[in-house]
């Protein structure tokens, strides 16, 4: 075998390893740089995130949406409003069994009554 049948043997291996593919006389660009002020992906932050959450009105749906709230909470927070009636504070949410002062200072800022 010649030299450049060799090497063109061992681009074209090369170039399926990689998942790379090269047309005759092209070079493959460099890859742009990224800056490490910025990330690749943020996600776009969510309602519950922006706009805070009335504990009073939302449904479990709405609830579940506060990072820190899932369905067993949701649900009795709807279970202990229709039962007590409406929050008269954020802070009321402690006399609901499972949510602790420290676990509500977590998704406290994200909530209104």
Known sequence: ???WKT???TTALAAGLTG???AWGQQQMPKPAVSSSTSAVTPAPTAAETTPVNINSADEATLMAVKGIGQTRARAIIEYRQKNGPFKSIDDLTKIKGIKNKSLQKFKNQ???
Request: hydrophobic share 60%.
């Open 1 to 3: 075998m010649n030299r």
């Open 7 to 9: 090497y063109l043997i």
């Open 20 to 22: 790379a593919s090269l």
């Open 111 to 113: 909530l209104t009554v």
